[in-house]
């Protein structure tokens, strides 16, 4: 089982920066893929980035990439995403996901989820 838990959102302006967090519970962290999705108000889910168990492999959606870098510290349990260059299209809650295994973009193949936080970039 693993908790996970996000942290980081808020609200900001375009072109603002913010870094969301999410520490998980347990001692198996490093043996999970993890993921950020977000979902805007009135949409589908949508697959963010995702990081392998060892950092060592990445994935982005387009919309992201060049503005977004996702990264991992299995010492301290916890993912990272760092967000630049903030957009309005951006705004929507942040979720980040866990699953055994190799990244995957598609929502219904991880296991736990966190609870969301918010993020809001304004005009």
């Known amino acids: 089982q693993v908790q996970l838990v996000e942290s980081g959102g808020g609200l900001v302006q375009a072109g603002d920066s913010l870094r969301l967090s999410c520490a998980a519970s347990g001692r198996t962290f490093s043996t999970y893929a993890m993921s950020w999705f977000r979902q805007a108000p009135g949409k589908e889910s949508e697959f963010v980035a995702g990081?392998?168990?060892?950092?060592?492999?990445?994935d982005y959606t387009d919309s992201v990439k060049g503005r977004f870098t996702i990264a991992r510290d299995n010492a301290k349990n916890t993912v990272y995403l760092h967000m630049n260059s903030l957009k309005p299209e951006d705004t929507a809650v942040y979720y980040c996901?866990?699953?055994?295994?190799?990244?995957?973009?598609?929502?219904?193949?991880?296991?736990?989820w966190g609870q969301g936080t918010q993020v809001t970039v304004s005009s």
């Open positions: 990081i392998s168990r060892s950092g060592g492999n990445t």
């Open positions: 996901a866990a699953r055994r295994g190799i990244i995957m973009i598609v929502r219904g193949s991880y296991d736990y």
